[in-house]
């Protein structure tokens, strides 16, 4: 059996060729061998060891992909997806040299909105901040869902990578709300995913509006990372966005009160969202470094996000949502509701950037190295994960910094430890 570790590469060329052949289909401006180009694409922020590729190319479009593929998949050449370098994972690292395909710069068009059926049709490099910003300005009644990455990140990486949102309690992960997908396989074919199926070239933009009823094949480039494919075009969803929002920070001075909180909260369809940290996460995001949980200070926060169309209607979510704190109050649990507008005010504003999305959380850039473990899981359990990880962040003398969510309105969780280290300082990154 051939595997990755013995398999050989470059076969029947040298670089030079290669580096001839790039030129040819992309152009001299648009291909790198230069050091100092290639370096910038040979680590992340985690402590995944860095790999440097051997070129680097830029795209403008599908054919220059195309004829790539091809060309790669005779020489058996790597080929590495990249769009704005920011995965904490190590998934853009090229551990086997090859060639980055740089998205980011140039493949970042908006290609189309469809206001009936409410979808978008984008390049991989269009970001999050790019794209509310479109639609702020020319359909405002529509909203996409937003995580807690940079503005700079990629809307369709997040979605091909299942990603975590600012509706994720009510609708899920952004890899269910794909509608469909152009892809190049690895021997240059391009196979569409969805409604968008048929035709033989260019696709009616109308036309992406569902995965359904054909045999929906996603799930063979979701979550593998770019290893099935380069994806040059996706057609994601867009919901109504309702005018009148309200945000709430909860607090919890029992260490796993959050637990059935989220659970409660998440099935009584009253929120768009759920985000819980450790108080040491929100000691941080009011400009307190390194902090420490005191005592007789609430173990987690949660910001709970609601939003209505009327004001009766959001009176009558906040009214389901204090009630559920009341009932389980009275169980035994010490939980607190704020308004965050007003908890803001009182302390840094920088604050209110957990919630107005997409923004730069400065409490995960603030070292120069980030990482995390776990991921979905069963909400069920998030009592002992809980428990468990807050003793393995005290064992080691670390500030204990979770993300927790509650997805899909109950069907599942998010557990996230996270890790902030001085990326070049082996001590901290061990």
Known sequence: MTTSENLKYYININKDQVYDKLVEIFGASNVSKNEADLYPYSY?????????????????????LIKLAKFCNEHIIPIVPYISGNNVGGLAIPEKGGIVVDFGKKMNRILYVNENMMYVLIEPGVTFGQLKKYLDENYPHLRYSYPNAPPYASVLGNALLSGMTNLGTKIGSMGDAINGLEVILYDGTIARIGSCFYGENEVDPNS?????????????????????????KGAVQLWPNNPLKKPYLAI??????????????????????????????????????NPKRYPEEP???AVVLISAQTEKM???????????????????????LIDYNEFSKLYDLRARTIYELPAVILSLVEKSGLSWVGTYCDSGKFEKLIEKTDDIFKKYGVSPY?????????????????????QFDNSEKK
């Open 208 to 232: 992406w509006w569902c995965k359904y009823p054909i045999p929906d094949l996603t799930g063979i480039f979701i979550n593998w990372q770019g290893m099935t494919g380069l994806v040059t």
């Open 402 to 422: 979770v993300m927790m969510k509650i997805m899909k309105q109950g069907h599942y969780g998010i557990f996230r430890p996270n890790g902030k280290f001085k």
């Open 299 to 301: 173990a987690y926060t």
């Open 314 to 336: 959001l009176e009558a979510k906040i009214e389901i949502l204090f009630n559920i704190v009341k009932r389980l109050n009275k169980e035994g649990k010490n939980i607190h």
């Open 252 to 289: 919890f001075f029992g260490l796993t009160d959050v637990a059935p909180f989220m659970r409660d909260v998440a099935r009584a369809d009253i929120v768009d969202d759920i985000v819980a940290f450790t108080t040491e996460v929100a000691k941080m995001e009011i400009g307190i470094p």
């Open 44 to 64: 992340d922020m985690t402590e995944n060891e860095p790999g440097m590729p051997d070129f680097v190319v830029i795209p403008e479009n599908t054919d220059q």
